[in-house]
Each structure stands twice: as structure tokens, then as C-alpha cells.
């Protein structure tokens, strides 16, 4: 027997739009209908001349996530993407928390192990369905991953995060 299998809607992020005191509340990533998370090693390889094979090292990780959602209006999340797309945002301006979710393995208090680590966010296209309005593009890797734990709301729509000490 393979064990449970854990379904795609068991991992789930949460994305840090900054409120206009400086705070960071994390709300669900409603509507996406692509999140697809690349790892993108960076390699060093070489050939010793005492060896008639190459050798290669992962030396870098450097993850992305391809994103694509159906806009909704009213959604947070949605509203700053859009904010940092239509207003051409730049640099640390554009960086935001994303804390990804396993809720599978949520414990009898409600506590799921979670992963915190920014993204800089790039919208590349907008419009592209005739059914919905869309929009897709690419978050970059901006620093280490923070383990913790994640506390989500009753409702399920934001949580709170804390770092393992």
C-alpha cells in the first residue's frame, strides 16, 4: 500500500499584501488556476583531466512560481498584483511573502507546518482568455525559506505565521 495520497488543494499558499500601517496580513491565493513551482538549480560542472567524466554539483536553487489566475474583484491578493503590474512597481517594492501550506497535516490544534519566503512579483501577461479576465506571469525567488507553523483563520482566508525558533 502506498499510503494517502495528498491532493493539490492539501498545499496551500498564502500571499502577504502590506496593509497601509506597514503589516503584512496573508490572505489565501483564491483563483488561481495555475502555481506551478519550478526549482531551477544552478549547476557547476567540470571535467578533472584524471577522469574521462564530467562532474556536476548543484552549487544554487533559485525557485520560481508561474502563476496564472481569473481576476476577481475585490480580492486582495488579486488587487496587489494588479496594483504592482499597473503602476510598474520596481525592486523591493515588488517583493511579497508567499506561505505555503501543507494543511494535510494539520494537528488536533489546528497547526499546519508551513513555509514562508519571498518573491519578487512580475505580471508578464493580461487578458489572454475570451471567458475571463487573466492574468499570468512569474514570482522569483528573493531569500531563504522560513519554517514554521501556520495558524489559518476560521474561515480559512488569512493566517498567522510563526518561524520555528
Known sequence: MLGKLIGRHEKVAYYG???????????????FTKMDTSKNPVEYSRRYIDESFEQTDVVAISPSIAFTFDRYAG???????IKISDN????TDAVRSIVLVDVSQRDVAGKCPAILRDFSVMVETEGNSTDAYTLSGTMSTKGEKVFGIAEISA???TLTFTADE
Open 75 to 81: 480580492n486582495p491578493v488579486h488587487d496587489d498584483i
Open 17 to 31: 499584501v502590506p496593509d497601509t500601517d506597514g503589516n503584512v496580513v496573508y490572505h489565501r491565493m483564491c483563483g
Open 88 to 91: 510598474e512597481i520596481l525592486g
Open 155 to 157: 474561515d480559512a482566508k
